[in-house]
T-cell receptor
Framework: EPEVTQTPSHQVTQMGQEVILRCVPI?????FYWYRQILGQKVEFLVS????????KSEIFDDQFSVERPDGSNFTLKIRSTKLEDSAMYFC????????????????FGEGSRLTVL | AQSVTQLGSHVSVSEGALVLLRCNYS??????LFWYVQYPNQGLQLLLK??????LVKGINGFEAEFKKSETSFHLTKPSAHMSDAAEYFC????????????FGAGTQVVVTP
């Protein structure tokens, strides 16, 4: 069964360092997303990405964050200068093209990358 | 704005008993509603979804949920709990014109006792 894969599973970094979280979406999917979950809090939407550009982003997704699809398979989330409050589990997700007739493509989530900022 | 409230952060149920997880939503437009499950050390997996049409939707692993517009609810049920149902369950809502931007509830941890 196709799946979304994320690396690393856990990363520890010092405050102020740059971090890149990597995701390999399902191969025929066209929509890509990042979510995060701070420990004890809700899963929060960060950004959606389609056709090589950001479709929508939340208030959390400020200038410290960026996303990129550098090649045909990877989708990355970069945090330029990490802060303590960036510590969270980051989930990548992908979905196929929206279908006609009102049906919609399911989001498939990866297992997450746990980021710890010290 | 949209939001989801899940009643009960932890639910304990006996094996073979009914599982009932409550979800209430707030949405200014007709919502799309979802239930996801997360097993330990795994990603979020879609259990079921409501978009349009039949208000009682069936999902994987014997779960079902009913969309009740008058009650703004989308409660998840399973007639008979199995040990393998122990996991965290998340209700989520989105707008049809903002597909993929899910608003999640806080989650309900389900423990199944023998």
């Amino acid at each position: 069964e196709p799946e979304v894969t994320q690396t690393p599973s856990h990363q520890v970094t010092q405050m102020g360092q740059e971090v890149i979280l990597r995701c390999v979406p399902i191969s025929n999917h066209l929509y890509f997303y990042w979510y995060r979950q701070i420990l004890g809090q809700k899963v929060e939407f960060l950004v959606s990405f389609y056709n090589n550009e950001i479709s929508e982003k939340s208030e959390i997704f400020d200038d410290q964050f960026s996303v990129e699809r550098p090649d045909g398979s990877n989708f990355t989330l970069k945090i330029r200068s990490t802060k303590l409050e960036d510590s969270a589990m980051y989930f990548c997700a992908s979905s196929s093209r929206l279908t006609s007739g009102g049906t919609t493509g399911e989001l498939f989530f990866g297992e997450g990358s746990r980021l710890t900022v010290l | 704005a949209q939001s989801v409230t899940q009643l009960g952060s932890h639910v304990s149920v006996s094996e073979g008993a009914l599982v009932l997880l409550r979800c209430n939503y707030s949405s200014s437009v007709p919502p799309y509603l979802f239930w996801y499950v997360q097993y330990p050390n795994q990603g979020l997996q879609l259990l079921l979804k409501y978009t349009t049409g039949a208000t009682l939707v069936k999902g994987i692993n014997g779960f079902e949920a009913e969309f009740k517009k008058s009650e703004t609810s989308f409660h998840l049920t399973k007639p008979s709990a199995h040990m393998s149902d122990a996991a965290e369950y998340f209700c989520a809502v989105t707008r049809p014109d903002s597909w993929g931007k899910l608003q999640f509830g806080a989650g309900t941890q389900v423990v199944v006792t023998p």
